[in-house]
């Protein structure tokens, strides 16, 4: 998610991804229904509107899930603690 690609490009990024992998499923031996999506983060958020793209636009299978995981770390201060 660099500056000088703003929003969609890290979104449509995402996608083309998702279809090219789906795309690849027989010739990488999968199959391309149990894609699972996932992110943390700021990832997490590219995960979710991934999700919602791919159903409306294709390259998720019925089967898909999507997995959004934030960071969870305690903090201190203000601070986040190291991992």
Same mark, same amino acid.
């Not at 590219?46 to 636009?57: E, G, P």
């Not at 999507?66 to 960071?71: G, K, N, Q, T, V």
């Given at each position: 998610m660099?500056p000088?690609h703003p929003f969609?490009a890290?979104?449509?990024?995402c996608?083309?991804?998702?279809?090219w #992998? +789906?795309?690849? &499923?027989?010739a =990488?031996?999968?199959?391309?229904? *149990?894609?699972i999506? !996932?992110g943390e @983060?700021a990832?997490?958020g590219?995960?979710?509107? #991934? +999700?919602?793209? &791919?159903?409306? =636009?294709g390259g998720l299978g019925? *089967?898909?899930a999507? !997995?959004?995981? @934030?960071?969870a770390?305690p903090?201190h201060?203000?601070?986040s603690?190291p991992?």
């Open positions: 660099a000088e969609p890290p979104q449509e990024d996608h083309s991804a998702l279809v #992998l +789906a795309g690849q &499923a027989g =990488l031996g999968f199959d391309a229904n *149990r894609i999506v !996932a @983060s990832g997490g590219l995960a979710a509107a #991934l +999700a919602i793209m &791919a159903r409306d =636009l019925d *089967r898909g999507i !997995a959004h995981l @934030s960071d770390r903090s201060g203000g601070r603690l991992l």
